[in-house]
């Protein structure tokens, strides 16, 4: 088998995970694809772009090429549905829940995007400089305000941390719900992928003292949770 080739954006900081293919074992390589340079490179292999709120097109990673299909996926979503169409060990969307999980999905973003401006200050912490300066100035045209008054100390950063809290409130109460330590019971799942993705990108951008913060929540119930997950995918 070829390898499949990721393409993602690269950061200042050791280590990754890409969960849904390590889950499945599958051989890959990632190309890493600096901010400024993410259109004329998605143009060049042919990725289709999507559409923004007033029908302009924007590109987003990851994007994944697979040489054995000649298949190029955009979205995480798109991605792990590729990946379990196509490759047929371990299923990630098991019991024909590929639909309630992307609704599960959507709720989660929901969920998220009341908080979001809090970590989207901090990524950019992490990124190489010319990523930084460009994601700098597209935020500052996608939300119409300064950068640096996005996720200010103070209420606006007393809110996001409100709404990050009553997100994994409502993900608490969702793994209740069943008696296994996955969304669906003693079954893995792309659902638990969701969250432990979210979970990953907040314990990378997130300062120690404020993912520890997150980690606390519940009796440890994250911090678990993601190294659960971390297990299952082979650590990839």
Not at 129 to 146: D, L, N, Q, V
Not at 147 to 165: D, I, M, P, V
């Amino acid at each position: 088998m070829i390898p499949l080739i990721l393409y993602d954006f690269p950061s200042k900081l050791e280590g990754n995970h890409w969960f849904a293919l390590g889950y499945k074992n599958l051989p890959f390589r990632v190309e890493w694809v600096e901010y400024p340079d993410l259109a004329p490179r998605m143009k060049e292999i042919g990725a289709k772009p999507s559409k923004r709120l007033d029908g302009t097109e924007k590109y987003t990673l990851p994007v994944l090429s697979d040489p054995n299909t000649g298949a190029l996926v955009t979205d995480s979503l798109e991605i792990a549905e590729y990946l379990e169409k196509t490759y047929l060990d371990k299923p990630i969307f098991s019991n024909k829940s590929k639909g309630l999980i992307r609704a599960f999905d959507s709720v989660v973003i929901n969920l998220l995007r009341a908080a979001f401006k809090f970590p989207i200050v901090r990524t950019s912490e992490i990124l190489n400089a010319r990523s930084a300066e460009y994601y700098i100035a597209t935020r500052e045209i996608m939300f119409e305000e300064k950068f640096t008054e996005l996720s200010a100390e103070g209420l606006k950063r007393e809110e996001h941390w409100t709404n990050l809290e009553r997100m994994f409130n409502t993900s608490q109460e969702w793994y209740d719900k069943e008696e296994g330590k996955w969304l669906m019971g003693d079954v893995f799942s792309y659902a638990d992928i969701i969250v432990a993705a979210i979970l990953f990108w907040l314990k990378r951008v997130l300062h120690d003292n404020e993912w520890e913060k997150i980690a606390s929540w519940h009796d440890g119930k994250w911090a678990k949770l993601l190294v659960d997950v971390e297990k299952e995918c082979n650590g990839v």
